[in-house]
Structure formats: structure tokens, C-alpha cells
């Protein structure tokens, strides 16, 4: 029987050795064809909801934004740890300029909207000095607002909130977070593939040459597809912990890496998501918008009628006491409205006091491993059966191929 095995063998020693190769080949594009349907594309192509795909990430960036910084907040870091460390006078000093500019084009406007027979006739000493005293209050109130931001921020900002709207509006910056972070892990896997199927391909190859059944083939090469994915997202998490077999040390790639992952997740984290812009966005527009319009709004009102002085009943009775108090509220739905912009100039500063980048790495870098993984396994977990589906799809295509071309050749 050997020696049938063997003629066999080279007769055919091309075909058979081929297997081995195909099988790797077959390995390594359907752990790279995986890890494409993970992020591409971003949105669905085809006829929802079904004909058709969208990266599993970009898909379900909410829940993967929602389940990835519940490793952050508020284990990690807090709305409170993160205004507390901006000094409000400082933050008040640094936006000076822009807020007296500001306020500057603010006052002509909303004045020649509102009264602009008033307003034209005023000298334009008095009109100076109107917006001069204005302008001069209003770093004061912008530190006022922001030590009542501090004593309140539970209740005005939610860092959770923030983060995952910006993701979700954002899907390309969440498959690239997951892209860099998993990055070596991502790697892995093809190359993983290529390895594993040629090792499952060797042992198809000794099969075909000692028992030869139409099912052989296609079943092989579903399980290279299959079994190349499942084996390689394994190896990325576990073990969790080193382990010793013999004279090997065992430890999940992504574990490994727990120090290098740390720094690379909270730089961009620090510098795509959680930024000072972005925080001030957050704020001034998010689910407490309400709330800090109100505080906003109680600041600049007092500032227009301090500015007011012992002039104000004669300005509420010139201007009209519904119409001074209308002027009161535009003036701060138009400067919530504009801050944003504005408030840039504090991006250097707040950086840099927050520091969020090094205290973000230094706290994921001792992380226990059950919650290191809950970073990038989403990004794994969810719907992984459907890249494993489509590998072992893939695998039984081409064992198909194969058994047409070695039935034709031989």
C-alpha cells in the first residue's frame, strides 16, 4: 500500500504538494479578508438589511464606543478629575482676547439689531464706552462661570456622553482607534493564517494520499478557513497571564503588549476625543445643555445690567422692560452659541494641565487583564462568528476548486 502511496505520490508530487501551499495561501486571505470586514466600509453598501454589509465596527459604533470607554469612565478618570485640574482664573486669562473681541461684535449687533434708533444716535464715545466696560467684566464672569462649572460638573458634563456621540459621529476615528491600538494583534492574524494553513494543509495532503473521498477536499478547507481565525483570536487573549509549557512561555499578544497598547489607546484618546475643544462642545451641547445655558445665562445677564448702572431703569424704560430683558437673553444664547470657537485659544493650556494622555497610560498600564481586554475584545467579540462563517466559506470555495482541478488532472 505504501508503496501505491507513494507512486501516487510522484506522479503527482506538484498536486499534492501544492496543498499545503494553497491551504496557507487560502489561511492568510481569510484571516485578511476578516479583518477588512471588521472595518470596512464605513457605511452599509448594498440593499439593507440584508444584501449588503458595513464594517462590523462602523456598524455598531455606538455599543462599541459605549462598551469600550466603560473602561475609562469613571474607573479610570471622572468629569470632576478632568475640570479640576484647569484653574478657572488662568482659563479666564487665556481666552481674554478672544472674549473681548467677542463681545465687541455682540454688542453692535445685537444692539443695531434690536435698537437701532438708540443705538445710531449714541456718540460713538458712549457706544465705547458701553462695550469697554462690557469687555472689561467679562474675564471676571468667564472665571465665575467656570468655578460654577467645577463645583457643578456632575451635573453639566457627561464624559461617557461625550465620548460616544463623538465616535458615533466619528466612525472612521473608532475603526482607527481599534486599527492602531490592535494593530500588531491585526497583523497576527494574517500572517497567523498563512502559518496555520499550511501546517492544516500538510496533514490534508497526507490525508488525500492515503483515502481519497469527494467531501474531503471542501471539509479541509473549511476548516482551514475556520479553524485559522478561530485558533489566531485565541492566541490574542489568551492566556491572559503568562503561562509555562515546557520550555515555552505562553501569554495573549494582546496582554504582552499591555504597556505599549496602554500608551498608544490614551494618546489618542487624549488627543481625537477627550480635547478641550471637544469638552467645551460637550458642555455647551450636550444632554445638560439646559442647564449650563442657564449659568451662562445668569452671568452675562448680571454683567449687562451691572453694566447698566444707575442708568437701568432709564435704559429698561427707553428701550422697554420686555425688550431690555429680550436683549439680555439673546445676548447670552448668541455668546453659548459662539464660545466654542472663542474658548480655542485655551487648547495649549488645557492640554497640557490635563495631562490626560500620561495619567490615562499609567492607569491602563496596571489594569487587570479581565479589564485590559474589555478595550479591544469588542472589536473581536461582536460578530466574530460571522468573519469565522465567512473563512470557513472561503475555505470550502477553493477545497471545491481543488477536488475539480485534481478530478480533471488526474
Not at 473608532?174 to 501546517?199: A, D, H, P
Request: hydrophobic share 50%; with cysteine; proline share 6%.
Amino acid at each position: 500500500m505504501l508503496e501505491a502511496v507513494w507512486l501516487e505520490f510522484s506522479a503527482h508530487w506538484v498536486l499534492y504538494l501544492s496543498m499545503p501551499i494553497t491551504s496557507g495561501v487560502v489561511g492568510f486571505i481569510t484571516n485578511v479578508v476578516a479583518i477588512k470586514m471588521m472595518f470596512s466600509p464605513l457605511e452599509f453598501v448594498g440593499k439593507p438589511p440584508i444584501l449588503g454589509w458595513q464594517g462590523i465596527i462602523p456598524s455598531k459604533a455606538g455599543k462599541m464606543a459605549s462598551i469600550a470607554v466603560d473602561t475609562i469612565v469613571p474607573r479610570l478618570i471622572t468629569e470632576r478629575e478632568v475640570f479640576d485640574r484647569l484653574d478657572p482664573v488662568r482659563v479666564a486669562e487665556e481666552i481674554e482676547g478672544p472674549i473681548i473681541n467677542l463681545v465687541n461684535h455682540m454688542v453692535e449687533e445685537i444692539m443695531s439689531e434690536f435698537e437701532p434708533g438708540i443705538w445710531e444716535t449714541l456718540p460713538r464715545a458712549a457706544k465705547d464706552l458701553i462695550i469697554h466696560r462690557i469687555q472689561a467684566d467679562s474675564p471676571a464672569a468667564v472665571a465665575e462661570v467656570m468655578k460654577d462649572l467645577r463645583n457643578d460638573i456632575e451635573n453639566v458634563f457627561d464624559l461617557k456622553d461625550m465620548v460616544v456621540t463623538t465616535l458615533v459621529r466619528d466612525k472612521a476615528l473608532i475603526n482607527r482607534i481599534f486599527q492602531e491600538t490592535g494593530s500588531e494583534e491585526f497583523k497576527f492574524i494574517g500572517v497567523s493564517g498563512l502559518y496555520f494553513g499550511c501546517l492544516f494543509g500538510f496533514f490534508q495532503m497526507l490525508g488525500w494520499m492515503f483515502y481519497k473521498a469527494d467531501w474531503q477536499l471542501p471539509l479541509f478547507g473549511l476548516l482551514v478557513g475556520y479553524c485559522t481565525n478561530v485558533v489566531a483570536l485565541r492566541m490574542i487573549f489568551q492566556p491572559q497571564s503568562p503561562m509555562r509549557l515546557g520550555p515555552w512561555k505562553l501569554h495573549g499578544i494582546f496582554h504582552k503588549r499591555q504597556k505599549e497598547v496602554s500608551r498608544d489607546y490614551a494618546r489618542l484618546i487624549a488627543d481625537e476625543i477627550v480635547t478641550p475643544s471637544n469638552i467645551i462642545e460637550a458642555v455647551l451641547k450636550g444632554p445638560y445643555s439646559d442647564r449650563v445655558f442657564m449659568m451662562i445665562a445668569r452671568h452675562v445677564k448680571r454683567v449687562i445690567d451691572d453694566q447698566s448702572g444707575i442708568a437701568r431703569p432709564f435704559v429698561a424704560w427707553t428701550v422697554g422692560t420686555r425688550q431690555y430683558v429680550k436683549i439680555k437673553e439673546v445676548a447670552a444664547e448668541r455668546l453659548v452659541e459662539r464660545l466654542p470657537d472663542a474658548v480655542k485659544s485655551i487648547d495649549v493650556y488645557a492640554k497640557d494641565a490635563m495631562d490626560l494622555a500620561n495619567t490615562l497610560a499609567c492607569q491602563l498600564e496596571v489594569l487587570p487583564p479581565p479589564d485590559f481586554e474589555d478595550m479591544l475584545r469588542p472589536a473581536f467579540k461582536e460578530d466574530e462568528w460571522i468573519l469565522i462563517l465567512v473563512g470557513a466559506a472561503l475555505g470550502c470555495c477553493v477545497g471545491i476548486a481543488q477536488l475539480i482541478l485534481f478530478t480533471y488532472l488526474g
